[in-house]
């Protein structure tokens, strides 16, 4: 059974075309192979024997189960052995003949293949008529959705139609309108396309209540028509994409190989096979109804586009006539609104008679307020209406027309510019611009918060500059009001060279300020609420409340609620317009500044000539003496030079000369300032400048003038002024790094919330700017403490020095007042000795609550240590004389003839010590460690030898 068995796998294996490779030898086998010393007898043996024959047949079956499997899984991954596969799971279950199967199957898989295709046909009928059936019911959608948008464009010419028509009987019964404007609407109704016969109730009756509630109602419709002819517009839009879709090429696909291969791009025969092989592997189905390639569905669709095609010139027509009716409507009802609030303002002040009388002004003002509450809405229906259809410009450029522009010309003239001062100096533009506000929030401020109400975009959290200054759909505050302002200062040539191009700082600055006012507060000014119709009494709001029963509903009326983020938000959109970054290029600022800048100069450089002629006690302050008096008084300045310095630097930021786009050039000018004073002491401190000496052609022409001639000196050989500048110069760098920087802060970056709105910068941008303010200020001070120092260690060490070695030359004269005199004992010091230190006391009682806190008393011991090792030079000299002569007497007698024993040069050694000490003692006042004076030192050592002379 084993030796049949292997036989049959073996007729399987040739049978499937396959050749089986010898096995291999075992190691046993090898080792005889190798060995050459082997018996070939053996060998011979050893192969016929029965257990060799059993490994062989092993090894057999091992390989054809092997081969077996490796076969299975080639054709598992075939489609023709997939096939194969499903009569056996191996191939040890096939039949051993595969040709005489393949005939036996033959003509059963023919039959299989005819049935599939008798079952492909009828799913491509069945498919198609489904299609068909599909289509059908997409036909029938689109002829719906045809009709409704027919009727749509029907309902909203009809709703334009009466508009006209009511507007023109309105006309004829008034008798106010011009039979061309009449023949101008027939015409737009004729070219509407509104051929229908009108319908219009020929009553006489004047303008009820009925006949106002119906234009309201109508009104509503605008708006409703606005929203439709939006809709329509976007389905033409849709249905144009839709065509553009389909008659666009589509892309090629691209075909994978069938063993995921690269691109089957090598020739036309692979791609056809390919998409044969898709093609007949893809079944149809209902659910690829909307593709591309679908006929039939394109043919609906492009019926559909043809009916909108045809439709489209209305659907414009309809756009731009029901824009045109908005606008028109907006116009009307603001100059309803412009005469209910001149009528308002006109009987403001007059009062009835009695009870009747007060009865009556108050339902009169009750009429008032519901008329301007239904005049609002519906204006706020015509900006919305405006809004959908994208034509929110139109809107701002009515609102600007018909509500802005009658109150620009009623009060910007020449004459009311120069109200209240001289022709040219534009007094009364503030009042003006403040005139201009008031009014236009008066009369239009309701409308102006129920607009930004409605478009504004609220939004949590914080609103960053890019958000807020975002365009929006309707804009009034921004183009209905500050755009015609501005242009109408900038349109008038007369107006534009008064404000911007005056001549004089003054009223350039003046003119600056009061336009930059306005601006920063115009947001806040239109948007704040009126009292007028908005701000209601508490027995008006229990009122409102009851008087639903009798068909009042206006408590239910929206009343905008605008806040602080939204006002901040619209004037962010004021400052980001083009029209106020034109508005500001017209202003010529860097002029400003250059005539302001030499008045400051002009007033410095008169200053520096005062000193020069007459020195620093000059009077050369100029301002007001309550400000030389604060000056003095809170920063502690002496000198009228630096009162007037400080008082410059101080008007460069004063409300009536500073202007914040020059906030840069101001702090160059302070700088500059500075420099120039720096530069005009630090040429005096090195002698360069020689005070006093003016000619007499320079005091004046006048001969009979009398005048104070000043001897020319330097200033710095006056220790004086030298500590007088210095400490001047002190003052001025603690006041320039805290207070001033403190008052330039204070203008720039304003503390209190209301002045911070009118700088249009955060919080971030104004700790940024007073950072940089200082950073230039404490780069600017920082030159101040050298010029201090060399002041104080060296001019004033330098002078008082040179004052306290003159006495010292008496040092040589305690020689000469004992030699020779018969001079008793000293037994006090010299005269002169009080004297060497005196002008260094009377200094120090002078300066010292004005000496500079870096400069100390090292100045002092300077002093001292140099004076001191000159009187120390002249001891020695003096000491070394006296033994010279001792030794020159000693054969003498005349020793013992003085009196008390006591010879010449022992007197001066006594009287030196009781010099040395007195001058220890003025030392030690000074308030120096005499110990720590080399000279002072010097002295006790030349001097101790004396001591034992001193009576006890």
């Known amino acids: 059974p084993s ?281 149809p189905s209902l659910s690829d109804f909307s593709s591309n390639d679908n006929t039939l569905l394109n043919g609906v669709v492009l019926e559909k586009s043809r009916f909108l095609a045809k439709l489209a010139p209305r659907i414009r027509r309809l756009e731009s006539d029901t824009a045109k009716c908005l606008v028109s409507t907006l116009e009307d009802l603001l100059v309803r609104v412009r005469s209910l609030m001149e009528d308002e303002n006109d009987t403001a002040g007059v009062g009835g008679q009695g009870d009747g009388g007060n009865d009556a002004v108050y339902d009169d003002k009750q009429q008032r307020k519901r008329q301007h509450d239904e005049l609002l809405l519906m204006i706020g229906h015509c900006l919305r209406g405006l809004a959908l259809l994208g034509k929110g410009a139109d809107a701002e450029n009515a609102f600007a027309r018909v509500a802005i522009m009658p109150i620009i010309r ?49 939004t949590t959290g914080n609103v960053s500059k890019a958000s807020s200054s975002s365009k929006m759909e309707v804009d009034l505050v921004t183009c209905g009001v500050w755009v015609p302002v501005a242009t109408a200062l900038m349109a008038d040539p007369g107006i534009k060279m008064a404000i911007f191009s005056p001549g004089i700082a003054n009223v350039l600055q003046a003119n600056y300020s009061a336009l930059d006012t306005f601006l920063s507060e115009l947001a806040s000014s239109l948007l704040r609420k009126s009292p007028h119709y908005e701000g209601l009494t508490q027995e008006e709001e229990e009122e409102e409340k009851t008087s639903v029963e009798t068909g009042n509903f206006s408590q239910f009326y929206y009343r905008p609620s605008i806040k602080i983020d939204a006002i901040e938000r619209a004037q962010t959109r004021l400052y980001a317009h083009p029209t106020t970054v034109e508005f500001s290029k017209r202003w010529n600022l860097p002029i400003y500044y250059q005539l302001r800048f030499a008045e400051f100069c002009k007033r410095l ?220 004992p000293p037994s006090q010091a010299s005269p002169f000795v009080a004297s060497v230190l005196r002008p260094l006391k009377e200094f120090d009682t002078t300066f010292s609550s004005r000496t500079p806190p870096q400069i100390g008393d090292v100045w002092k011991q300077k002093i001292v240590e140099a004076v001191s090792s000159k009187y120390s030079v002249a001891v020695e000299d003096l000491i070394a004389t006296v033994k010279r002569t001792e030794e020159a007497l000693k054969s003498r007698k005349t020793r013992k003839m003085m009196a008390g024993g006591m010879s010449d040069g022992e007197k001066v050694k006594l009287q030196l010590l009781l010099d040395y000490r007195q001058y220890k003692k003025d030392v030690e006042e000074l308030g120096l460690e005499s110990d720590s004076i080399e000279g002072v030192v010097k002295l006790n050592r030349l001097t101790s030898e004396a001591e034992s002379l001193l009576p006890k």
């Not at 001897?711 to 001047?728: G, I, L, S």
């Open 605 to 824: 450089d008169k200053a520096v000539e005062g000193v020069c002629r007459e020195g620093w006690a000059a009077d050369v302050f100029t301002g007001n003496d309550s400000d030389g008096k604060k000056i003095s008084d809170t920063f502690g300045f002496e000198l009228p030079f630096f009162f007037e310095l400080y008082d410059i630097l101080l008007s460069m930021w004063k409300p009536d000369v500073y202007l914040r786009p020059l906030t840069h050039r101001f702090l160059r000018g302070v700088m500059q300032l500075i420099g120039r004073v720096l530069a005009f002491v630090k040429d005096g401190v090195d002698g360069k400048v020689q005070f006093g000496g003016t000619d007499q052609s320079e005091a004046g022409s006048d001969p009979s003038e009398t005048s104070v001639v000043t001897p020319a000196y330097f200033w710095n050989e006056r220790v004086e002024d030298v500590a007088v500048v210095a400490w001047e110069l002190t003052i001025l760098e603690t006041c320039l790094t805290h207070d001033y920087l403190d008052y330039i802060a204070n203008t720039v970056c304003p503390i209190d919330k209301a002045s911070r709105q009118s700088t249009h910068n955060s919080s971030l941008e104004l700790e940024e700017i007073r950072s940089l303010a200082s950073e230039v200020l404490v780069e600017c001070s920082q030159e101040f403490s050298p010029l201090v120092s060399q002041s104080w260690d060296t001019l004033i060490v330098d002078r008082l020095t040179k004052q306290c070695c003159i006495p010292l030359t008496a040092v040589k004269g305690v020689a000469a007042t004992y030699r020779m005199t018969n001079r008793p």
């Open 410 to 458: 009623s009060k910007l003239s020449m004459g009311k510019l120069d109200e209240g001062g001289s022709r040219g100096e534009c007094a009364g533009l503030f009042f003006l611009l403040d005139g201009i506000a008031n009014t236009i929030s008066t009369m239009y401020g309701s409308i102006l918060r129920s607009s930004e109400s409605m478009f504004t975009n609220e």
């Open 3 to 283: 030796a049949a068995e292997g036989s049959m796998s073996s007729s399987s294996l040739s049978a499937a075309g396959l050749t089986a490779m010898p096995p291999p030898l075992s190691s046993s086998e090898e080792s005889k192979e190798i060995d050459p010393s082997s018996n070939i007898h053996n060998s011979t043996s050893a192969l016929n024997s029965t257990p060799y024959l059993q490994s062989r047949l092993l090894h057999l079956r091992n390989d054809s189960q092997n081969l077996s499997t490796e076969l299975t899984k080639k054709l598992a991954t075939s489609r023709s052995g997939q096939s194969l596969l499903h009569i056996g799971p191996s191939l040890s279950t096939l039949p051993p003949d595969l040709s005489s199967l393949l005939e036996a199957l033959s003509p059963l898989l023919s039959q299989v293949e005819q049935y599939e295709s008798d079952n492909r046909g009828e799913l491509d009928r069945l498919v198609g008529q489904g299609r068909e059936v599909q289509c059908a019911v997409k036909k029938g959608e689109f002829s719906v959705q045809c009709a409704e948008i027919y009727q749509d464009l029907r309902g909203a010419e009809e709703v334009l139609r009466w508009k006209l028509v009511q507007k023109g009987d309105r006309k004829k019964k008034k008798k106010s309108g011009g039979n061309s404007t009449q023949i101008h609407e027939e015409s737009v109704v004729r070219r509407g396309g509104y051929e229908q016969d009108i319908d219009v109730d020929d009553d006489d009756d004047d303008w009820s209540e009925d006949e106002a509630e119906e234009e309201f109602d109508h009104i509503c419709s605008l708006e409703r028509a606005a929203y439709t002819t939006l809709h329509l517009l976007q389905e033409l839009q849709s249905s144009s994409a839709d065509v553009s879709a389909m008659t666009t090429t589509p892309k090629k696909r691209t075909i994978q190989s069938s063993d995921g291969g690269g691109d089957e791009n090598n020739d036309g025969s692979n791609n056809n096979n390919n998409n044969h092989n898709i093609a007949n592997n893809n079944l």
